[in-house]
């Protein structure tokens, strides 16, 4: 877990956010750190999440039974709460890193700084539509 932590962190601050910073967590969430953008838009926030396999059942210590890791631009309250990408890192995560990193970059091009992309593009679904088309009203 450590070496793909190592990673997504070097992807991100090449991408312009800086040193995450810890925040407390549960027993969910293995590890939560908040970064912000040095890009524009410069003060956008980042929730990082590494999420604690829920099948796990024992302790474990720090970094062990790791399954997944959140991005969002909001503080996860639960592990239920999926409230951006989740990229599992087991076999094969560092081929599907860049999934999460475009995700990421998504967020940061998106017109509020703590909107999440599928509300995004939704809303610009909606207004692609005509005013007569009853879709328009949702």
Known sequence: MNEQRRQLLAALAERGWTEPQPLDTQWWADEMLVLTSTWSPVGQKLFVTFLVDPQHDGPRAKGEHVWAVQASTTQPLDRRDKTGPVLSVGRGWLERLPELLHAIDRF????????????????????????GDPRSRA
Do not use: H, K, L
């Not at 940061?108 to 005509?130: F, I, K, L």
């Open 108 to 131: 940061r091009a998106s017109s509020s700084p703590n909107e999440d992309v599928t509300s995004r593009g939704d809303r610009e679904q909606r207004a692609t539509r005509s005013p």
